[in-house]
């Protein structure tokens, strides 16, 4: 079946300090790929996606390339604000065995608090 | 941006009553929507899949007859734990694509249910 293994936080950063956070997947098929955020009392958001090879997503600063070769989708962004704090999910896609849903399948996410 | 709403937000119930949980696609019609738990400090794990005009379908290990899905119409689907006990205590997270746009998922901000 299909699994997503991110960095278990906490990760404590100083605002501007660079953020990087590994996901590796395994998954049959072609998977799409993404990152959701969850801040502080709010439901989850898409914060960027790529649904192939060599693709990368980016939104507000965050980057994640989609690399098949090592199964992975790592989150990164070169300088963190303190209103980046939040928890952090990579997941994927993939569809159901009628081929009409997708079905999310989460890492267990990772707690980000930046320090001003 | 699309937005689902989730009602109640928090519930506390005594153990053996049946709690209902709303979710609102609030500006598109949702044929599909997703019903997850997510305890704390774990991932997003899927429930079920609600849809309209149809059954649902339920992940393997979750009873059907405990959590009793019901979509009403294109934009709410009823999640009801029924004769609820303290381990059902959770918070319930349900989410759906936009028609266009399946491998993204809208989320709603989550119930936290307490059962004592």
């Known amino acids: 079946g299909n699994s997503v293994t991110q960095m278990e936080g906490p990760v404590t950063l100083s605002e501007e300090a660079f953020l990087t956070i590994n996901c590796t997947y395994t998954?049959?098929?072609?998977?799409?790929l993404f990152w959701y955020v969850q801040y502080p009392g709010e439901g989850l958001q898409l914060l960027l996606k790529a649904t192939k090879a060599d693709d990368k997503g980016s939104n507000k600063g965050f980057e994640a390339t989609y690399r098949k070769e090592t199964t992975s989708f790592h989150l990164e962004k070169g300088s963190v604000q303190v209103s980046d704090s939040a928890v952090y999910f990579c997941a994927l896609t993939s569809r159901n065995s009628g081929g009409s849903n997708y079905k999310l399948t989460f890492g267990k996410g990772t707690l980000l608090t930046v320090n001003p | 941006g699309a937005v689902v709403s989730q009602h109640p937000s928090w519930v506390i119930c005594k153990s053996g009553t049946s709690v209902k949980i709303e979710c609102r696609s609030l500006?598109?019609?949702?044929?599909?929507m997703f019903w997850y738990r997510q305890f704390p400090k774990q991932s997003l794990m899927l429930m079920a899949t609600?849809?309209?005009?149809?059954?649902?379908?339920?992940e393997q290990g979750v009873e059907k007859d405990k959590f009793l899905i019901n979509h009403a119409s294109l934009t709410l689907s009823t999640l009801t734990v029924t004769s609820a006990h303290p381990e059902d205590s959770s918070f319930y997270i349900c989410s759906a694509p936009r028609a266009g746009a399946q491998e993204t998922q809208y989320f709603g901000p989550g119930t936290r249910l307490l059962v004592l």
């Open positions: 500006d598109f019609q949702a044929t599909t």
């Open positions: 609600s849809n309209e005009g149809s059954k649902a379908t339920y």
């Open positions: 998954a049959t098929g072609y998977p799409s």
